[in-house]
């Protein structure tokens, strides 16, 4: 396991230095100035002139480039130009909210797949079959942002029980009955895709285990079907859905964005909206590159607990 971890660790520093460089380049290619932003529509050549090298923008791209990632690397986030306040500050005040979010959206979408596709191969009724495929197309076929207004007009509005958006005013731990309150919909909103796709690996893989010539041996000594499938078929696929987990972290990171805005819960998707329409660049530079980090870190857990279900994995990494 050692052999395969250190095997796979060069390949997650040149993913992260490329991002840094593309992240660093695409932001100089937005339109518009921070500079002029800050100084206003009536200000003065030199005024901007000032601001410009106050920031440091009027420095070589390499060299501001440089000073980035030095910053970065000594944990020295900057100051953000247009929204306020230390960057480190407000990455960790939406970071906390944003992991409690896809924490608990990773945490229901497990769930109803592993629910899901264990009672679509154990009851294979057509309907049951059919109802699911049904739900996974609305599901992937459905944006987020549709989805939460569709959830916060039935259960907020028209059925008003729970909060249509926030987090909880006393903090999560204060009132856990509270937090589940404010956390159901937005997780729910942002669970709901992730679910349709574990759904489908997690039922293939199922079936394509239910034919193998071990199952039909365990059938043939008479063992149980639930027996069979929750014991033995389900633990053999599970590699694939863990692999498929750590692939729709993209979505989640994506859909977080939406889904914060719908439900106004004050993440790391509101901080990125915030500093892209604002063109503060510090802010959208370190965010994206935490969001790159956050993917490779998954990806990088997800191969490693790939590689303890799957043993052949092991032997791979010391040939």
């Keep these: 396991m050692t052999s395969y971890v250190l095997r796979r660790l060069p390949s997650a520093v040149v993913v992260l230095v490329g991002a840094s460089v593309l ?6 290619l937005v339109p518009g100035d921070p500079a002029s932003s800050l100084a206003g529509p009536d200000a003065t050549p030199e005024s901007v002139a000032a601001i410009r090298h106050q920031l440091g923008l009027d420095r070589s791209v390499v060299a501001q480039y440089l000073s980035w990632v030095g910053g970065v690397l000594t944990f020295d986030l900057g100051t953000s130009f247009v929204i306020g306040g230390d960057i480190g500050g407000l990455v960790i005040d939406g970071l906390g909210n944003t992991l409690a979010l896809a924490v608990t959206a990773i945490v229901l979408a497990v769930l109803l797949a592993v629910a899901v596709s264990v ?3 154990l009851y294979p009724r057509r309907w049951l079959t059919s109802l699911s495929a049904g739900v996974n197309t609305v599901s992937v ?3 987020p942002f549709v989805t939460g207004v569709l959830l916060v007009l039935v259960f907020a509005v028209a059925i008003p029980v729970l909060p ?11 009132r856990p009955d509270i937090t589940v309150q404010y956390l159901l ?3 729910v909103c942002l ?3 992730v679910a349709a796709a574990l759904t489908r690996f997690l039922t293939e893989s199922l079936r394509t285990e239910l034919g193998k010539p071990y199952i039909v041996t365990q059938r043939a000594l008479g063992v149980r079907e639930r027996d069979i499938v929750l014991r033995s078929a389900l633990r053999n696929a599970l590699p694939s859905m863990v692999t498929a987990l750590g692939l729709q972290v993209g979505q989640l990171s994506g859909g977080a964005v939406l889904v914060e805005a719908v439900f106004a819960w004050p993440g790391i998707g509101q901080l990125i909206e915030q500093g892209v329409s604002r063109r503060d660049y510090p802010v959208v530079q370190v965010v994206l590159l935490l969001s790159v980090a956050v993917f490779v870190l998954v990806q990088f857990a997800t191969d490693i607990v790939h590689a303890w279900l799957d043993p052949r994995i092991h032997v791979g990494a010391r040939t």
């Design 119 to 121: 009672s679509t191969v």
């Design 23 to 28: 992240i660093f380049a695409v932001i100089r």
């Design 191 to 193: 669970a709901l895709p």
């Design 185 to 187: 919909l937005p997780a």
């Design 164 to 174: 249509a958006g926030g987090v909880p005013p006393g903090g999560y731990l204060t």
């Design 141 to 143: 076929a459905l944006p």
